[in-house]
């Protein structure tokens, strides 16, 4: 289904420069200090529930969590059934500080409830492992940046700054391995973003407490089948028999190579193929069986693989590039490939830009030391490029640091849990205190 946007008008004023402290952020820092502990505790309880993509009841179960905690803050909150798109569904928490939040922007946080660990994992709870880090499943990826979401909104309330600010909240349950199709797994965090002027994502980034995300690469899975002729092995290459499906996906997998690789932010990579005389392929499940003999010409070939770039136009020219190779068959072999399109790109834009140098300030001002944009290439996709047709002020990676997400490695520097939530309570309070938002014409 195709999403047409209406011209989008949205002027946004910057009323004051931000300075140092203001009374209201310092006591903010100081209740973060002070809470410190508490937000550990309720770390140390979300990654003790199991919830990997396809384990619902626990993904409803750390939803049921983090939703106490908004609930407890005044939002209203909104349990999304995934049952539609075949997942457990997302949470949504949504505060409104009208009349005193009248012509401020509303700011859209984003986090995510699952993780790729399921409950065959051998990696399943919470270890302090020093002073200064933990691991546990899903600890920066991101049941940190969820904690970070509530303590910073906990620290907006104790300075009596949220009961004027527009905010919501959506927290994917199917982040990992999004629902089909995206139209409604992302419907919920689609709205959202028409409805907002600023967005953040809680990812945890490249992990390094120095630099945050304005830019990243989307995704979109290919898959590739090829045909041939079956026919004794002594006669390939004949006019008659041709070269087989194992020489012709050879010849379609080194032209990618030849013609798209070495290009800036583009990465394309074969992650399955199999081939022989018949092939099973199972696709939800990304794996399958072939056979064939050493004396009989390869019939089929399929392959799939994904294809990664910045902007939808560098999608487009390298799709149309990959169709021409496909289309050049070798004699007697025919060939297809199909795109399923995944994560849109977040592209770079000035307002992101804009975002990162508020972020910066608000770094500096509480200690924490300058941030720099993140290369692209070293991001992956995430839910918050879903937004980035609808919102012009966007930052991503600001969670919980860390590092060995995606594995039993996956570890967090606790050190970073205070600082990475003092930088994003007075980013918010800054956003809210100086952005007027003059005009808008909504996004149909």
């Not at 199909?338 to 790109?345: A, H, K, L, R, V």
């Amino acid at each position: 289904m195709l999403i047409k946007v209406l011209p989008f008008l949205l002027v946004l004023t910057l009323t004051s420069q931000s300075g140092s402290l203001s009374p209201e952020e310092r006591a903010m820092l100081t209740f973060i200090d002070a809470n410190n502990a508490s937000a550990i505790a309720l770390l140390e309880r979300s990654v003790n529930i199991n919830s990997g993509t396809q384990h619902f009841a626990g993904v409803r179960e750390v939803g049921a969590l983090f939703r106490a905690e908004f609930d407890a803050l005044g939002f209203q909150t909104t349990w999304v059934d995934g049952t539609p798109f075949k997942r457990a569904g997302h949470l949504v928490a949504e505060h409104s500080g009208s009349p005193q939040g009248a012509g401020k922007p509303t700011i859209l946080l984003i986090g995510h409830l699952d993780t790729v660990f399921e409950p065959d994992s051998p990696f399943q709870k919470y270890e302090r492992v020093s002073d200064s880090a933990a691991k546990g499943p899903g600890i920066t990826d991101m049941k940190g940046g969820n904690v970070i979401i509530v303590q910073a909104l906990k620290a907006l309330q104790s300075a009596g700054l949220l009961k004027s600010m527009n905010i919501i909240v959506v927290m994917t349950g199917d982040e990992e391995a999004a629902g089909r199709p995206l139209t409604l797994s992302r419907d919920a965090l689609v709205k959202a973003a028409k409805e907002a002027d600023v967005a953040i994502g809680f990812e945890d980034g490249d992990g390094n407490p120095a630099t945050a995300v304005i830019a990243r690469r989307g995704t979109t899975n290919w898959t590739l089948r090829v045909k041939g002729r079956p026919a004794h092995s002594s006669q390939i290459f004949n006019a008659e028999n041709g070269y087989g499906a194992a020489f012709e996906a050879a010849r379609i997998l080194n032209g990618f190579r030849e013609k798209l690789a070495g290009q800036r932010h583009l990465t394309f990579n074969p992650g399955v193929v199999l081939g022989g005389t018949t092939v099973d392929f199972d696709a939800a499940a990304s794996r399958g069986s072939a056979f064939g003999k050493t004396n009989v010409i390869a019939e089929e070939m399929v392959v799939v693989g994904d294809l990664r770039a910045l902007t939808p136009q560098q999608f487009a020219e390298a799709k149309e590039t990959m169709a021409a190779i496909v289309a050049a068959n070798l004699p007697q072999t025919s060939a297809t490939i199909e795109f399923d399109d995944g994560y849109p790109p977040l592209a770079p834009t000035p307002g992101n830009e804009r975002m990162l140098g508020l972020y910066n300030k608000a770094s500096m001002d509480v200690g924490a030391g300058p941030v720099v944009a993140v290369d692209p290439d070293k991001a992956g996709a995430a839910d918050v490029s879903f937004v980035s047709e609808y919102v012009p002020l966007i930052l991503d990676g600001v969670g919980l640091m860390g590092g060995g997400g995606h594995t039993v490695h996956e570890t967090a520097d606790m050190r970073t849990l205070p600082s990475q939530t003092k930088r994003a309570a007075v980013l918010l309070a800054r956003l809210h205190r100086d952005i007027q938002v003059t005009h808008r014409e909504g996004v149909r």
